[in-house]
């Protein structure tokens, strides 16, 4: 048995925390906050096996200047914050071009196509069920799509098995949002998305397992890390060093600044997303998730209301700014004029882990023998979490991943 630190509980870190518990490793899982009170809680709560394309990509590129350009667009960059974004702005402009996009897609894809099977073992394990719901979920255009950008979308879900039934904004509002307005093009269907009720207790789930597997939990934030002589690695908690075996850094935003005391330097930012919770509107309005493709916002019934979640702020530092919140109940008003009004029963907002290539970063360090690093989700941090907790598990066990890690590893840039 061999003593293992899970730094962070999110959903990447309780999903490797409870793969590696039930392979007989004595697992401590330390994080300064309750488990999936992150980036875990306020996310748009889709399992979005659609997303087998990075948003490094010639398209993202061609568009950026009318996002900037647009107050009310999904994309905000921090004028101030460029001098410091420079080098991971650089390194996304050039994992965006086209041979770099094609590799960097097949990479993700062979992640995300393998992300339903990963959410179907855990439920197998009796986890989490009845806050699964296997409905599907919708993309709405409100504006045609030229012909060879829409062919080339439907030959990239084809080219990876991803399902998909294309509709009329008739047979939208008729069957799946009676109160959306009339004033849309079309839309698309993907029965194999599924979502979730409520990502927060998705997580508790699956730490309550973790723990009944045999981890244990303290809550506090690790302060250091240390390569200690004997080969183990020490981390440091409220002022004293502790001894492991191994260590799995899945700290989310923080991982970057945890990984380069033992000297590796990952090109990670903080990508700034907001969520609001309505409370007004009945779930009726919304029979699946639906998100909006020019408005860059995703709206899903939960069982505490409809979560509108989106917009991304680049380069954000200090205290949110909660127009960028506002502006989702705004644009759902807009979209959604036969639901009554939109109340505002909650905000959020938090920093996703994002690397250039909007790739996740699973691997070992090269130079820190048994740290291992398991980050950079972005926008895929519930859909791929129990798959790359899977797999950073099978990689701290010395099993060969199920999944090529090649492409995901640390020392890529």
Same mark, same amino acid.
């Not at 309780?14 to 996310?43: E, K, T, W, Y």
């Not at 590129?61 to 107050?71: D, E, I, Q, V, W």
């Not at 680049?314 to 700014?321: E, F, I, Q, S, T």
């Given at each position: ?390 797999? #950073? ?9 199920? #999944? ?10």
């Amino acid at each position: 048995m061999e003593d293992v630190v899970v730094i962070g509980a999110g959903i990447i870190g309780v999903c490797a925390a409870l793969n590696l518990a039930q392979r007989g490793m004595r697992v401590h899982i330390v994080d300064g906050a309750p488990p999936g009170s992150g980036c875990s809680f306020g996310n748009a709560g889709l399992i979005a096996v659609d997303h087998v394309a990075p948003l490094a990509s010639p398209e993202t590129m061609a568009g950026l200047p009318r996002m900037l350009l647009r107050r009310d667009g999904p994309l905000r960059l921090h004028k101030r914050s460029l001098p410091r974004m420079a080098p991971w702005l650089l390194e996304f402009a050039a994992q965006a071009q086209r041979p770099r996009y094609r590799r960097n897609t097949r990479a993700l894809a062979s992640l995300v196509t393998g992300a339903a099977q990963a959410w179907r073992r855990l439920l197998d394990r009796h986890i989490a069920g009845d806050l699964f719901r296997d409905i599907g979920s919708l993309y709405v255009f409100e504006h045609p799509v030229a012909r060879a950008t829409e062919r080339a979308q439907l030959d990239l879900l084809d080219r990876h098995g991803v399902r998909y039934e294309n509709l009329t904004a008739g047979q939208v509002r008729r069957d799946y949002l009676p109160s959306l307005t009339p004033h849309i093009s079309h839309a698309r269907y993907f029965p194999g998305m599924a979502s979730v009720t409520d990502p927060q207790q998705v997580v508790e789930r699956v730490f309550e397992a973790a723990l009944a597997a045999g981890a244990r939990f303290t809550r506090a934030a690790v302060d250091a890390l240390r390569a200690l002589p004997d080969g183990r690695i020490g981390f440091m908690l409220n002022g004293a060093m502790h001894p492991a075996a191994k260590v799995l850094i899945a700290a989310g935003s923080r991982s970057a600044e945890l990984a380069q005391q033992l000297g590796a330097r990952i090109e990670l930012t903080n990508e700034r997303g907001y969520h609001v919770q309505l409370g007004g509107p009945s779930q009726e309005t919304l029979r699946v998730p639906v998100s909006f493709v020019e408005r860059g916002f995703t709206c899903n019934p939960m069982a505490q209301g409809i979560r509108l979640a989106g917009t991304v702020e680049l380069g954000a530092r200090g205290a949110p700014d909660w127009r960028r919140a506002d502006l989702l109940a705004t644009q759902f008003q807009t979209l959604f004029p036969g639901a009554g009004a939109a109340q505002v029963a909650s905000r959020w907002y938090g920093d996703r882990p994002t690397l250039p290539d909007y790739l996740p970063m699973i691997g070992e360090m090269r130079g820190a023998r048994n740290v291992f690093v398991a980050t950079g989700h972005q926008h895929l941090g519930l859909t791929l979490g129990p798959l790359s907790g899977e797999l #950073v598990a099978q990689l701290m066990a010395r099993e060969t991943p199920a #999944v090529d890690l090649a492409p995901f590893r640390i020392d890529r840039f």
